[in-house]
T-cell receptor, first 112, second 114 residues
C-alpha cells in the first residue's frame, strides 16, 4: 500500500488569496508529480520533480509554483487564487525500480 | 508522440454483466501499460499493469493483456459489481522521456446498476 498524503482534502477560498497544497510521501521516492484534473476527468501534468532541488513545468501551463526542499515533501503554491484555478489537484510519486506512479487522495479546490 | 486512446463513456451495465473497456496506444519502443481506477472523491489507484508484450495483468477479477500486434490493452471483467462503479484510466509509461512520465487516456466512467 502506497503512503502518499495530501492536505487539505477540500478547500474553498476567495479570489486573491495565497494557498499552498501539501503533498508528502513516506516511500523515499525521488520522482514526484502534480496533476490537475478537470471536471471532464482528464488528467494534466502541471509540475514534476526528479529529486531534491529539482522542479520542472509539465505539459499544461499553470500559474502555480512548486518546491522540493526535502525528498518526502512537494508542496504546490498559488500566489493569488482565481476562479479559473478551481479544480481537483492530484499528487503522485514513483520510485526508481518501476514505472507506476502512486497517487494521493487529491485536493478539491474551489475559488469563489 | 506517444498517446493513449480509450473508449468514451459512460458505460452502464447491470450487475454480473461482462465488462470490456477498450484501450489502444501509440508508442515508440516498449512501454509499460497500466490501468488505474478512481472511485468518487478519491485519487487514482493502480489496478493492474503489464510490462512486456503478451503479459497479462490481473487484480480483483479484472484482466488486461498487452497486445503488441494490435497495440491494445483492453480491460475486462467477467462479472461486475455495483462497487466497481468508478472511472477507469488506461496509461502508458513514456520510457523515452527524461521523466518517465505516464501518459493517460481520457478516462471511462463505469456505472453498474443493481
Amino acid at each position: 500500500e502506497a503512503d502518499i498524503y495530501q492536505t487539505p482534502r477540500y478547500l474553498v477560498i476567495g479570489t486573491g488569496k495565497k494557498i499552498t497544497l501539501e503533498c508528502s510521501q513516506t516511500m523515499g521516492h525521488d520522482k514526484m508529480y502534480w496533476y490537475q484534473q478537470d471536471p471532464g476527468m482528464e488528467l494534466h501534468l502541471i509540475h514534476y520533480s526528479y529529486g531534491v532541488n529539482s522542479t520542472e513545468k509539465g505539459d499544461l501551463s499553470s500559474e502555480s509554483t512548486v518546491s522540493r526542499i526535502r525528498t518526502e515533501h512537494f508542496p504546490l503554491t498559488l500566489e493569488s487564487a482565481r476562479p479559473s484555478h478551481t479544480s481537483q489537484y492530484l499528487c503522485a510519486s514513483r520510485g526508481q525500480a518501476s514505472y507506476e506512479q502512486y497517487f494521493g487522495p487529491g485536493t478539491r479546490l474551489t475559488v469563489t | 508522440g506517444n498517446s493513449v486512446t480509450q473508449m468514451e463513456g459512460p458505460v452502464t451495465l447491470s450487475e454480473e454483466a461482462f465488462l470490456t473497456i477498450n484501450c489502444t496506444y501509440t508508442a515508440t519502443g516498449y512501454p509499460s501499460l497500466f490501468w488505474y481506477v478512481q472511485y468518487p472523491g478519491e485519487g487514482l489507484q493502480l489496478l493492474l499493469k503489464a510490462t512486456k508484450a503478451d503479459d497479462k495483468g490481473s487484480n480483483k477479477g479484472f484482466e488486461a493483456t498487452y497486445r503488441k500486434e494490435t497495440t491494445s490493452f483492453h480491460l475486462e471483467k467477467g462479472s461486475v459489481q455495483v462497487s466497481d462503479s468508478a472511472v477507469y484510466f488506461c496509461a502508458l509509461s513514456d520510457r523515452g522521456g527524461a521523466t518517465n512520465k505516464l501518459i493517460f487516456g481520457t478516462g471511462t466512467l463505469l456505472a453498474v446498476q443493481p
